[in-house]
């Protein structure tokens, strides 16, 4: 059985490795005892997101509702055949992560199957499921049973959560709209896409930042480091979106270059070691 658990986190791994390079960089730099852990999170998250975005040709529906229920299952019996489920519900299981996170998040999946255009309620319930959630499960791996951490840490977790994923609908305003036909973000018309729009957006994405900034220096010293450099990378890809027209973010997909990552692990690196954050 060890060696079963072993080969499945391994996939977890493997699966962060090849979908993420940022990510990837970000959990090398936790402590050592968080790796696999957080490894687990983001192939049970991004599996289901995959089912949802490109699994074109695929009944997606019976997919993601089959998906769901080996989820369930596998956390209920403590084991599954599926390397990414088996793996998730070790966590799911030491970590006491709570299941109203994992269905809100297969529920935002789920949204992504039905709706195109979002009014606020919907987006608000969608980042909540697709992106604040995911950081409540790290957030309860980090805290390691310390209820009290959790609860002092878990509205600013929320707001990184937030922050990353309205990043991402920026970043990604081409293939949604163009490629998938979605809108995010409520009362905004993209075929007329204003500096007035993309402004507005940037001034909501800045308060969550500021926000979440202040749960990063509270994180236990060993999970810091690499949310900090979560934080800062995507701060940077932040920044050159918001000097970039409106026309250009519907045309093209910014991205932070490779050598510029590897800056900010070195800066963020340091940064912690001589706890100057």
């Known amino acids: 059985m060890d060696l079963f658990t072993k080969t499945t986190l391994e996939c977890s791994k493997l699966i962060t490795e090849n979908y993420s390079t940022s990510f990837t960089l970000g959990i090398k730099t936790l402590d050592k005892r968080f790796h696999l852990p957080i490894y687990a999170i983001y192939g049970f998250v991004r599996y289901a997101d995959e089912i949802v975005d ?3 040709g695929f009944d997606k529906k019976t997919l993601l509702s089959r998906f769901k229920a ?6 209920e019996e403590g084991i599954s055949l599926n390397p990414v489920l088996h793996s ?5 299981n030491q970590y006491k992560i709570d299941h109203e996170l994992i269905e809100a998040f297969l529920h935002s999946m789920e949204m992504d199957l039905y709706f195109a255009d979002y009014n606020q309620d919907g987006y608000e319930e969608y980042i909540y499921g697709s992106a604040e ?4 499960m790290c957030l309860r791996i980090f805290c390691e049973g310390d209820t009290a951490m959790y609860d002092r ?9 937030s922050a990353f994923q309205k990043v991402n609908f920026l970043r990604d305003i081409k293939s949604d709209f163009q490629e998938r036909g979605r809108t995010y973000f409520p009362n905004v018309d993209f075929k007329n896409f204003t500096l007035e729009d993309k402004k507005s957006i940037e001034d909501d994405i800045q ?3 500021d926000a979440a900034l202040r749960g990063i220096i509270a994180l236990p010293q060993g999970a810091k480091s690499g949310v900090y450099l979560a934080y800062r990378y995507y701060l940077r890809l932040f920044d050159k979106i918001k000097v970039c027209p409106a026309s250009k973010i519907q045309n093209e997909r910014i991205r932070v270059p490779d050598f510029q990552k590897i800056l900010l692990l070195a800066s963020t690196y340091f940064q912690v070691r001589l706890n100057t954050l």
């Open 54 to 56: 490109t699994f074109h």
């Open 70 to 75: 080996e989820t369930y299952l596998a956390i």
């Open 88 to 92: 998730f519900q070790l966590m799911v």
């Open 133 to 136: 959630v995911v950081g409540l």
């Open 153 to 161: 840490l878990k509205d600013d977790a929320r707001r990184l959560g």
């Open 207 to 209: 308060a969550d930042f």
